[in-house]
T-cell receptor
Framework: EAAVTQSPRSKVAVTGGKVTLSCHQT?????MYWYRQDTGHGLRLIHY???????EKGDIPDGYKASRPSQENFSLILELASLSQTAVYFC????????????FGPGTRLLVL | LAKTTQPPSMEAYEGQEVNVSCSHT???????IYWYRQVPHQGPQFIIQ???DYVVNEVASLFISADRKLSTLSLPWVSLRDAAVYYC???????????FGGGTRLTVRP
C-alpha cells in the first residue's frame, strides 16, 4: 500500500508567522495533493501537483502556496498564518491513472494562535 | 462535477450488514463513483470504486443503479472498527480531484 508521511504531525503557530508543512511519498506517484479539514467537515482541496516543479490551484488556494521540488516531496506554505487556517491538513498521492484512488497521510494538526 | 447526497448518519449493531446510499443525479458519463472512509484522527482511506453495475472487493461491495444516479455501499458484518465517516465521491478517472461532502457517520454499537 502507498506510504505517505507528513511532518510535523502537529504544530502551534503564531498569527502572521510562516508555516511549512511537509509531505513525502515513496511510491513513485505523479500526483500529490494538499487538503484541509475543519472540524466536523469534509476535506477541501488547496493545491495539487502532477509533476515535479509544477503546482496547480485547488478549490481554496488563497493564503497558501505549494512547492513540489521532487516527485517524492510536496510542501504547503503559509506565508502569513491566520487564525482561520487552524485545521487539520492532509496530504495525498495517486498515480494519476488510478483516477480518484488517492492515498492519504496521517494529517498535520495546525493550531494558529 | 456531480454533487452527491448521503444520509448524515446511520447506526448499526455489530454483525449487521450496513448499506449506505448515495445519490448523484447529475453524474456525467465520464465520471466514476468512489467511496472512502475516515476514522477519527486519520486520513481518508479508499474503499471501493465503480462505474456501473456491481463491484465487490475484500472489504465491501458497491451496487450502482442502471441509470447511475444512485449507488449503495454495502458493508457485511460490521464491527466496531467500521465506525467511521463514509464519503461518496463522484469524479473523473484520470488525474482526478476529490470533492468531499459531509459524508455519512456510521455508529456501530456492540
Amino acid at each position: 500500500e502507498a506510504a505517505v508521511t507528513q511532518s510535523p504531525r502537529s504544530k502551534v503557530a503564531v498569527t502572521g508567522g510562516k508555516v511549512t508543512l511537509s509531505c513525502h511519498q515513496t511510491n513513485n506517484h505523479d500526483y500529490m495533493y494538499w487538503y484541509r479539514q475543519d472540524t466536523g467537515h469534509g476535506l477541501r482541496l488547496i493545491h495539487y501537483s502532477y509533476v515535479a516543479d509544477s503546482t496547480e490551484k485547488g478549490d481554496i488556494p488563497d493564503g497558501y502556496k505549494a512547492s513540489r521540488p521532487s516527485q517524492e516531496n510536496f510542501s504547503l506554505i503559509l506565508e502569513l498564518a491566520s487564525l482561520s487556517q487552524t485545521a487539520v491538513y492532509f496530504c495525498a498521492s495517486s498515480d494519476g491513472t488510478g483516477g480518484g484512488t488517492q492515498y492519504f497521510g496521517p494529517g498535520t494538526r495546525l493550531l494558529v494562535l | 462535477l456531480a454533487k452527491t447526497t448521503q444520509p448524515p448518519s446511520m447506526e448499526a449493531y455489530e454483525g449487521q450488514e450496513v448499506n449506505v446510499s448515495c445519490s448523484h443525479t447529475n453524474i456525467a458519463t465520464s465520471e466514476y463513483i468512489y467511496w472512502y472512509r475516515q476514522v477519527p484522527h486519520q486520513g481518508p482511506q479508499f474503499i471501493i470504486q465503480g462505474y456501473k453495475d456491481y463491484v465487490v472487493n475484500e472489504v465491501a461491495s458497491l451496487f450502482i443503479s442502471a441509470d447511475r444516479k444512485l449507488s449503495t455501499l454495502s458493508l457485511p458484518w460490521v464491527s466496531l472498527r467500521d465506525a467511521a465517516v463514509y464519503y461518496c465521491i463522484v469524479t473523473l478517472n484520470a488525474g482526478a480531484k476529490l470533492t468531499f461532502g459531509g459524508g455519512t457517520r456510521l455508529t456501530v454499537r456492540p
